[in-house]
């Protein structure tokens, strides 16, 4: 059964940095696209970056040139370095295939700036 498992989300201040971690089991994980998405209080989920079994990236306006995403192949784990943190970047932070598995989604882990 596929499984996902997001860690590594915290406090931090404005200006900060954090990194996620998300590992795959279940599956086959090198052959997929991966993607970081989060979900505000009151907002839907969308999308932050994803990362191509080529290691193409990409990013929406709001995170680029702050988040970094990259994978670990032999480890099933997908990153997202976070780096010059906003309050506009909390949110629970989730992990998914592209297409997403709808019916797979982890526990997310919690991120919240404080300004």
């Known amino acids: 059964q596929v499984q996902l498992e997001e860690t590594g989300g915290g406090l931090v201040q404005a200006g900060g940095s954090l990194k996620l971690s998300c590992t795959l089991s279940g599956s086959v994980f090198s052959v997929f696209n991966m993607g970081w998405y989060r979900q505000a209080p009151g907002k839907q989920r969308e999308l932050v970056a994803s990362?191509?079994?080529?290691?193409?990236?990409n990013y929406p306006d709001s995170v680029r040139a702050r988040f970094t995403i990259f994978r670990d192949n032999h480890k099933n784990t997908v990153y997202l370095q976070m780096n010059s943190l906003k309050p506009e970047d909390t949110a629970v932070y989730y992990c998914?295939?592209?297409?997403?598995?709808?019916?797979?989604w982890g526990q997310g882990t919690q991120v919240t700036v404080s300004s």
């Open positions: 990362i191509t079994p080529q290691y193409d990236t």
């Open positions: 998914n295939r592209i297409p997403i598995w709808p019916n797979y």
